[in-house]
């Protein structure tokens, strides 16, 4: 179900809250909260898609699956967390959100 096509912002947090497995989570939360208190421009969508694109950058590919925890929002409580392959999970669909909400973007800029 993480990985269906978010219609708002709104949904797609909604979604990365419940289906992530790791607190990498919590970077994504961070930033959108960094940007709102720096006032920088651009709508939700843009700041949700910028703060996932940050935490990708700074986790796909160097595998710090050691340095991870459990999301404590996960829809199910009593998932199996397991390092490795659900820092691999979070990449994905955060990846796959990215590309949502930047198609979203792209297909919201035709309208200007």
Same mark, same amino acid.
């Given at each position: 179900?993480?990985?269906a096509?978010?219609v +708002?912002?709104?949904?797609s ?16 939360h961070?930033?959108?909260? /960094? ?5 920088a421009?651009? +709508? ?6 910028? +703060? ?17 925890? /459990? ?8 998932f199996?967390?397991r ?7 979070d990449?994905?669909?955060m990846k796959?959100?990215? $590309?949502?909400? $930047? $198609?979203t973007? /792209? ?6």
């Amino acid at each position: 179900m993480g990985f269906a096509v978010p219609v +708002s912002p709104g949904h797609s947090l909604l979604l990365l809250n419940s289906y992530m497995r790791t607190d990498l989570l919590l970077g994504i939360h961070r930033h959108i909260h /960094r940007m709102q208190n720096q006032d920088a421009p651009g +709508s939700p969508i843009h700041h949700l898609a910028d +703060s996932i694109a940050h935490v990708v950058a700074a986790y796909d590919g160097i595998n710090l699956f050691e340095c991870i925890a /459990r999301n404590t929002l996960h829809i199910d409580p009593d998932f199996e967390f397991r390092h490795e392959p659900d820092y691999a999970h979070d990449i994905k669909l955060m990846k796959h959100h990215l $590309r949502c909400l $930047r $198609r979203t973007i /792209r297909d919201l800029a035709c309208y200007d």
